[in-house]
């Protein structure tokens, strides 16, 4: 299993809508050549997809969809791989500047190809598709009228809840003592 | 192959204030060592993302996930298959006279690389602990004695105190 993160400066519906939006796979995933919809109902959708990296693989994904939220896919066929899965988890950026993607992904390629070097592709390859992702969802965002962008929240400064020295000086029956950072200095 | 360290310590301060102070990562710079950045990503109730970069690494931003249980528990490690493979587990449990025992856990990777770099002291789990207690210091009340100047961050900004008088500090650029 290989987790990374995006920060993508676009709406999460928007984000989600993206990801969601299979068949627009090859204008944006690094690598993949086709995808194919075969079956679409509720919140599950199977693809037939194909990408073509260092080896052409050709896998049959099932996805299944929670609304601005969450994106998981399974492998349910594929001449080519023993397994394939992972996810999309979509939260708020806490600057109230977009969407951060956590994605996962777990690919057993079979005894040829050891687990580190199947996992350092696979991070690359998240690497890239976070590239890819945050520049196709900005000019979606650019493609969106303005009447249906909603504007994200404005970063709000976290105040905070108690308060907190940032410097004391206490003269003490020892001499004067510096509180700073978490530290504290005696002068004699 | 990794290694784990392990240490505890009373905090003079509450279960509720430790894990105010754990689980704001994107103050973490501000107190625990060998931080150059930290930065909250999200946040969704018992789950964070944050960023943090290092002075071993410098330039190097390090993704982390962070699970947390109010007053009890913080988890930060980096995500499952990048390196180096860090995992900070804080333990919080009530002591006597309104403190707190503090355990913290670190698991850092088992190599010669990573034991002779800059990871190894900042990631040590003793001064990790002084350092939490030093920070849970600036909510208390310090020292006895006469208060030359104290500086509070408050709700309503910065406070300064100087020989008795309050002064409402405003920033200028």
């Known amino acids: 299993m290989v987790k990374s993160v995006a920060q993508i400066d676009s709406d999460r519906s928007i984000v989600f809508a993206i990801l969601t939006d299979f068949a627009s796979y090859p204008q944006w995933v690094p690598g993949c050549e086709s995808c194919v919809v075969k079956s679409a109902a509720g919140k599950t959708s199977t693809v037939e997809i194909t990408l073509n990296s260092m080896k052409k693989i050709v896998l049959g994904l099932k996805f299944d969809a929670e609304a601005d939220q969450l994106l998981k896919f399974e492998l349910v066929s594929s001449k080519d791989v023993k397994a394939y899965a992972g996810s999309y988890k979509l939260m708020n950026a806490s600057d109230g500047n977009g969407t951060v993607v956590v994605t996962e992904l777990e690919l057993d390629a079979g005894p040829m190809a050891p687990k580190f070097m199947v996992d350092r592709m696979l991070k690359k390859t998240l690497e890239e598709t976070g590239v890819a992702l945050r520049k196709y969802s900005k000019e979606a965002s650019a493609r969106k009228p303005a009447s249906e962008t909603v504007a994200a929240p404005a970063a709000a400064k976290k105040k905070p809840t108690r308060s907190r020295c940032v410097l004391r000086i206490t003269r003490t029956a020892n001499g004067e003592q510096i509180w700073y950072g978490g530290r504290t200095f005696q002068l004699k | ?173």
């Open chain 2, 1 to 173: 192959m990794n290694m784990n360290r392990s240490g505890s310590a009373a905090v003079p301060c509450e279960p509720a204030l430790v894990y105010e102070i754990l689980s704001d990562y994107g103050n973490y710079a501000q107190w625990l060592p060998g931080l150059k950045t930290s930065q909250l990503l999200a946040h969704e109730s018992n789950f964070a993302i944050a960023e943090l970069e290092f002075h071993a690494q410098p330039g190097q931003k390090m993704a982390i996930e962070c699970i947390h249980a109010p007053n009890q528990m913080v988890v930060a490690r980096t995500l499952e298959g990048n390196e180096p493979h860090l995992k900070i587990e804080w333990n919080i449990s009530p002591a006597d006279g309104g403190r707190s025992q503090v355990k913290v856990k670190v698991e850092t990777p088992l190599n010669l690389a990573f034991l002779t770099s800059k990871f190894r002291s900042a990631l040590d789990p003793g001064r990790m602990l002084a350092a939490l207690t030093g920070v849970a210091a600036g909510y208390g009340e310090g020292p006895a004695g006469d208060k030359v100047i104290e500086i509070v961050e408050t709700e309503d900004g910065l406070i300064c105190w100087y020989r008795g008088t309050k002064y409402q500090m405003k920033a200028t650029s």
